[in-house]
């Protein structure tokens, strides 16, 4: 029986579907998704997709026989005869000859392609990065939830499929990410921190946006620390905060924070003696210094530092960290 190379079947490979009778050994590197199909007798059916790997190279591969997916373990090493080439994979079926065999040695580097073949490689990007990325990219953002749509069902395929979109902001860059399936159903609300693994990235009409992918993960974390630089120019004061309207410097975007008020008079009384001010008097005092710079690092919501610069005095610096 010829015995073929996973480089010798790419070498073959043809639009058409191929059947080969040879064999071929390749270790299991990783199980990917399980798709739904109709068969040629209208019956519904499931396919396992999973990569391998021989000492020549890497390869995707199918098997639709269901009885046969336990078999497909990964890092194991199999005998397989009787499968199709087609379209750059091996096709397996009810038909195919599927064996254990002693554990192959392969390349650390031919086990990577073949990893990556099932899942891609997903680097950490900035949202403002996604606005240069070429389309189809995939990759891995954070950032904070501000707007949260229900969840709707459309159809895929004939099928109902649930989607939910939320936008997600990071250093004032926002992009809608639609959430595919079952994650369209996991419990998120605006404000939480979140890590989105394996997006695509996509473009109607002009707008970019992301979709989640079968290898998506999405995971809650803690909140991101930002810096706010810009001019106040509109603030008010309350018994606990002070609630200020930030035109940022890069952007002119603006930006509605509420800052402990201890924290304020903290930085202020640096150069001013504000000791025996009221809060009607400090808020007075600071509307008319307004336009006035401030330098803010946040956690969420949160602000951490903060320092002012008022027009007619230099600059205040404040290192109190909140919580220490």
């Known amino acids: 029986m010829t015995q073929r190379t996973l480089s010798e079947l790419k070498a073959m490979s043809q639009s058409r579907a191929v059947p080969y009778g040879e064999s071929i050994t390749v270790q299991v590197v990783k199980r990917g998704h399980v798709a739904n199909f109709t068969d040629a007798n209208g019956q519904q059916a499931e396919m396992l997709n999973f990569s391998i790997a021989d000492q020549t190279g890497a390869m995707l591969a199918t098997l639709t026989d269901k009885t046969k997916h336990g078999r497909i373990i990964e890092g194991k090493t199999l005998h397989v005869r009787d499968f199709i080439l087609k379209a750059g994979k091996v096709a397996l079926s009810h038909r195919s000859t599927i064996m254990m065999k002693p554990k ?6 031919i086990l990577e392609t073949a990893m990556q073949l099932i899942m ?3 680097p950490v990007k900035k ?8 389309i189809r990219s995939i990759f891995t953002i954070q950032g904070q939830i501000v707007k949260n749509e229900a969840t709707k069902t459309v159809k895929v395929a004939g099928n109902d499929t649930k989607i939910r979109t939320i936008t997600i902001e990071e250093d004032a860059s926002q992009i809608d990410v639609t959430l595919w399936r079952e ?3 996991k419990e ?3 404000g939480d921190f ?14 970019r946006a992301l979709n989640s992918t079968r290898n998506t993960s999405v995971e809650k974390i803690q909140p991101l ?15 606990m905060y002070a609630e200020v309207a930030v035109k940022e410097e890069d952007n002119n975007n603006y930006k509605e924070i509420k800052v402990d ?7 202020v009384s640096r150069s001013e003696d504000i000791e025996l001010l009221s809060d009607n008097e400090l808020e007075d005092f600071l509307l008319e210094q307004i336009p006035f710079m401030v330098e803010m690092s946040l956690q969420g919501s949160q602000v951490l530092t903060i320092s002012v610069k008022f027009p007619s005095a230099p600059e205040l610096q404040m290192d109190f960290m909140a919580g220490i």
Do not use: Y
């Not at 949202?127 to 070429?134: D, H, I, N």
């Not at 630089?229 to 018994?239: C, F, M, P, Q, R």
């Not at 008020?261 to 930085?267: G, H, I, Q």
């Open 194 to 207: 979140l890590r989105i693994s394996h997006t695509l990235l996509n473009e109607w009409q002009g707008r």
């Open 120 to 122: 891609p490689a997903s």
């Open 183 to 185: 994650l369209a159903e």
């Open 188 to 190: 998120f609300q605006v």
């Open 225 to 239: 620390n930002v810096g706010v630089t810009g001019k106040v120019e509109a603030l008010s004061i309350t018994d």
């Open 127 to 134: 949202l403002t990065e996604t606005k240069t990325a070429p």
């Open 104 to 109: 192959m040695e392969i390349e650390s580097s």
């Open 261 to 267: 008020l201890a924290l304020l008079k903290e930085a």
